[in-house]
């Protein structure tokens, strides 16, 4: 039985590890509206150099942090050594990165925007110097979920939403026409959860550099990450093409929307956390590396919430775009929004091979799907936004999370022993991407009935497909025995 105690701090973590992603969705509407197309992208291209510098200086430490701190939980002195070591080798991954990007960000940025005025000098700086304080304030939030602290974690993370909305709010309207607002906003808040960061790792830790720790955290780290910048070349690389061969205006409209979309991406990971412990749990009571029905049905209830998510989605986007929005050009990803969103579709399929190759400890076989993933997509976007523009990047985005479904399933033949029902998990997903493109090829202009229809029909799928899995699982989690599977 799930107790009380842990479905409330986990979800106060979920609530603190949430917000700032919702301050990112809260102030997309401003900076749509108080910003020129050419801002606008210059932001947008910041806040992604911003992301993949965050990813450079974790270097993956706080994915690897929660493997060691509790193989330490007999040894507290140890411990603290160990989250020392941490905040420490953060600082010099920190200094160092940030030195070489202030030697050659200002050769590289000409080349990487040619035609966007954007430069390294303070904004590119400012940006890479951001992502440094939001690592390096991750790494020690984790450390706070890990020592069971629910309270000084959500603390935290309030004080940095709102120093966040306001600093960047305040900036675009004290100085218009300009990007003050959301580069300082999103730097002087990094300040502030940077001392809080220190704050925490001072108070938990013992300031010492323990050699000893690096082995196995290099060995973890180093494909961990390989692993995390393939995820974000596959969520950012089409900007980078796309910049050349579109209008702003079509540019921004397609990033607002992806943005948009994080929502779905942060509840498919909520699930996911809840998910997971469960399906290990019953992997290892069943002491073999095989699927069992019971693992199965968490996938199936995932896809279920899934699909009926993203087409709320669909039918909630344009609502608010036309409530808060005030420029028509943002309307235009109205027509491709299904497109985009059934692509989501596919994230149970993944999640199930994921899963079952993270349970087994073949990092090996993920790092090659990811590799590979980014490899095809980088090529394929490129090619079709060059030729097809828009609609090109956007059909091999889709094409792109097709294939990883396959090299999933090809890549991790052998880890697991395999056994469900291939049209529960496999084809149900194909089925909303299907409708989509027949949606979008006869009646490409937006209309909500349709999705209202499609919320329908899925309902009635998942009523007679899945109604056994979504009781049992319900009663799992209650404690209580199901009657009928």
């Known amino acids: 039985m799930i107790s009380k105690s842990f479905l409330k701090s986990s979800l106060i973590f979920t609530i603190g590890g949430a917000l700032p992603m919702v301050a990112s969705i809260i102030l997309l509407p401003f900076y749509a509206n108080r910003l020129s197309d050419l801002?606008?992208?210059?932001?947008?291209?910041?806040?992604s150099i911003s992301l993949l510098f965050q990813i450079l200086f974790?270097?993956?430490?706080?994915?690897?942090?929660?493997?060691e701190f509790t193989r330490l939980n007999e040894d507290p002195v140890k411990q603290k050594r160990f989250i020392g070591t941490v905040s420490i080798l953060l600082l010099i991954i920190g200094?160092?990165?940030?030195?070489?990007?202030?030697?050659?960000?200002?050769?590289?940025?000409?080349?990487?925007?040619?035609?966007?005025?954007?430069?390294?000098?303070?904004?590119g700086f400012y940006s890479i110097l951001t992502a440094f304080f939001n690592s390096y304030f991750k790494a020690s939030s984790?450390?706070?979920?890990?020592?069971?602290?629910?309270?000084?974690?959500?603390?935290?993370?309030?004080i940095n939403f709102f120093v966040t909305i306001i600093i960047s709010v305040g900036g675009l309207m004290i100085f218009p026409d300009t990007i003050i607002g959301p580069i300082y906003g999103r730097l002087l808040s990094g300040v502030v959860i940077f001392l809080l960061g220190q704050m925490i790792f001072s108070g938990s830790g013992t300031y010492s550099f323990d050699k000893s720790f690096l082995?196995?955290?290099?060995?973890?780290?180093?494909?961990?990450?390989v692993y995390v910048i393939?995820?974000?070349?596959?969520?950012q690389i089409d900007r980078y093409f796309l910049v050349k061969y579109i209008d702003k205006v079509d540019l921004n409209a397609y990033d607002l929307v992806l943005k948009c979309f994080f929502g779905i991406e942060f509840l498919q990971n909520s699930l996911s956390a809840v998910i997971f412990p469960k399906l290990y749990e019953i992997w290892t009571k069943n002491k073999e590396n095989s699927t069992t029905k019971e693992s199965n049905r968490y996938f199936n209830v995932f896809t279920a919430i899934n699909i009926l998510q993203i087409i709320l989605f669909c039918l909630c986007i344009p609502l608010m775009y036309h409530w808060l929005l005030d420029k028509p050009g943002f309307y235009r990803a109205e027509m491709y929004i299904g497109l985009l969103a059934s692509g989501y579709a596919l994230r149970s399929i993944l999640n199930f091979y994921i899963s079952t190759i993270l349970f087994s400890k073949k990092i090996n076989v993920l790092l090659k799907i990811s590799v590979v993933s980014a490899v095809f997509q980088i090529v394929v976007v490129f090619i079709a936004s060059k030729y097809y523009g828009l609609m090109g990047a956007i059909y091999a985005g889709l094409a792109t999370k097709v294939v990883q479904v396959i090299f999933s399933i090809v890549f991790s033949k052998g880890t697991f022993n395999y056994q469900f029902n291939y049209f529960k998990i496999i084809v149900v997903p194909f089925i909303l991407i299907a409708v989509n493109l027949v949606q979008f090829l006869f009646f490409p202009v937006y209309n909500w009935l349709f999705y209202a229809g499609q919320f329908a029909?899925?309902?009635?799928?998942?009523?007679?497909?899945?109604?056994?899995?979504?009781?049992?699982?319900?009663?799992?989690?209650l404690g209580k025995k199901s009657g009928k599977v």
């Open 95 to 123: 200094a160092a990165l940030l030195l070489l990007s202030a030697a050659i960000g200002n050769t590289l940025f000409p080349h990487i925007f040619p035609n966007l005025n954007m430069d390294f000098w303070p904004y």
């Open 39 to 47: 801002q606008y992208t210059q932001v947008s291209f910041f806040i």
């Open 215 to 225: 082995k196995d955290l290099w060995k973890f780290c180093t494909p961990y990450l």
């Open 58 to 67: 974790s270097y993956s430490i706080e994915s690897y942090f929660g493997i």
């Open 142 to 158: 984790i450390c706070l979920i890990y020592q069971k602290r629910p309270g000084f974690f959500l603390t935290a993370n309030i």
């Open 230 to 235: 393939c995820g974000w070349t596959l969520g």
């Open 457 to 477: 029909l899925f309902s009635l799928i998942f009523f007679f497909l899945f109604r056994n899995e979504i009781t049992a699982v319900y009663l799992q989690f």
